[in-house]
């Protein structure tokens, strides 16, 4: 509905104010989730920590590595692992995690030079897992620009924590994931991999796979319903003043 004022202007009342909102509001929402697209990781590689099992050492002096395959060429953008401390971490030195990824060396473990390496530091978060020993476990999650792994073949991922530099009694253990299966292992840098075979060690590898969320049919109807109600009301209005002033 319009009234006209003195000076011949109509003024819109409340009730047109409110069509008109409502309208404006509904289109706004049915733009926002047409445009919806939830980028949800993915996980493409895990061995699963276990609660109680034992761990091995990766420091600067003693370090851990394990393989993984993944199914397709993947652009991977994060990494989980899971570890405990020789004593409680707020004693010890500030964490100095080296992520680094090896190809294979002919089948026969990785090679000796890594074919990239991540300084980029994780976040740390408790857990409600203990290793071998009692002491608690921590899970360690970092996220990065894509990497490229191709797929049908091995890789080897080394997580060494070199905090040990600035305090030879600072230990970080690798949990492992189970009993069964092969790790690697070596002192230093340059050194070749030696296998072990007494475990998987616990990680997890992810990509940055999204997934559209469309819109429910049933919701977009109804949306848009309302949204046509809305506007065809609005023309209803402004023709029924029309005629009503004409008249």
């Not at 895990?46 to 002096?61: H, Y």
């Not at 692992?81 to 010890?92: C, I």
């Not at 992810?206 to 109807?221: A, H, Q, V």
């Amino acid at each position: 509905m319009t009234i006209m004022g003195s000076s011949g202007h109509p003024h819109r009342t409340c009730s047109s104010w409110l069509e008109s909102a409502t309208a404006r509001a509904v289109l706004a929402v049915l733009l926002w989730v047409s445009a919806v697209n939830v980028a949800s990781p993915a996980v493409v590689f895990e061995q699963a920590p276990v609660d109680g099992a034992d761990a091995f050492p990766s420091i600067s002096a003693a370090q851990s590595a394990d393989g993984f395959a993944l199914s397709m060429t993947t652009g991977v953008t994060g990494l989980s692992w899971w570890g405990s401390y020789s004593q409680d971490p707020a004693t010890l030195p500030v964490d100095a995690f080296s992520v680094r990824i090896f190809a294979s060396n002919a089948g026969a473990g990785p090679k000796t030079i890594p074919a990239t390496t991540i300084t980029q530091q994780p976040t740390r978060s408790a857990t409600s897992l203990f290793d071998k020993t009692g002491a608690p476990v921590y899970r360690f999650d970092l996220a990065f620009a894509p990497l490229s792994l191709a797929g049908g073949t091995d890789w080897y991922l080394s997580v060494v924590n070199a905090f040990d530099v600035g305090d030879p009694n600072a230990v970080w253990y690798w949990l492992l994931s189970s009993a069964t299966g092969e790790n690697f292992y070596r002192f230093v840098d340059g050194d070749p991999w030696s296998s072990d075979p007494t475990g998987n060690l616990a990680f997890q590898i992810r990509d940055s796979s999204g997934t559209s969320i469309p819109l429910p049919g049933s919701l977009f109807l109804a949306l848009f319903g309302l949204l046509a109600m809305r506007m065809s009301g609005g023309v209803a209005n402004s023709r029924s003043v029309g005629s009503m002033e004409e008249s």
